[in-house]
């Protein structure tokens, strides 16, 4: 079956950096897009960051220039990158595999940015 495992997430203060990974299972993931998404206490999910199966990449506004995603179809996974991290930032973040008739979440991980 599908699977999605995020890792990495952690309490770290402003201005530092952490690398979140995606392990996938399931399905031949170098041909399909990822992406990240993020949700933070009160607000709605949000899209923050995707890469195609071409390895093409789009940002949201909020991260543009602090946060890169790559992956690695070798082991079948996704990373995000997070630099210049702000409170802002904190949330728990998801990876997404979506095409066609694929919509998968996996659990979460949680950021906190705070001193």
């Known amino acids: 079956q599908v699977q999605l495992v995020e890792s990495g997430g952690g309490l770290v203060q402003p201005g530092g950096s952490l690398r979140l990974s995606c392990a996938a299972s399931g399905f031949t993931f170098s041909n399909y897009p990822m992406s990240w998404y993020r949700q933070a206490p009160g607000k709605e999910r949000e899209l923050v960051a995707g890469i195609s199966a071409g390895g093409s990449t789009d940002y949201a506004n909020s991260v543009k220039g602090r946060f890169t995603i790559s992956r690695d179809n070798a082991k079948n996974t996704v990373f995000l990158q997070m630099t210049s991290l702000k409170p802002e930032d904190t949330a728990v973040y998801y990876c997404?595999?979506?095409?066609?008739?694929?919509?998968?979440w996996g659990q979460g991980t949680l950021v906190t940015v705070s001193t």
């Open positions: 997404r595999a979506k095409q066609h008739i694929l919509d998968a």
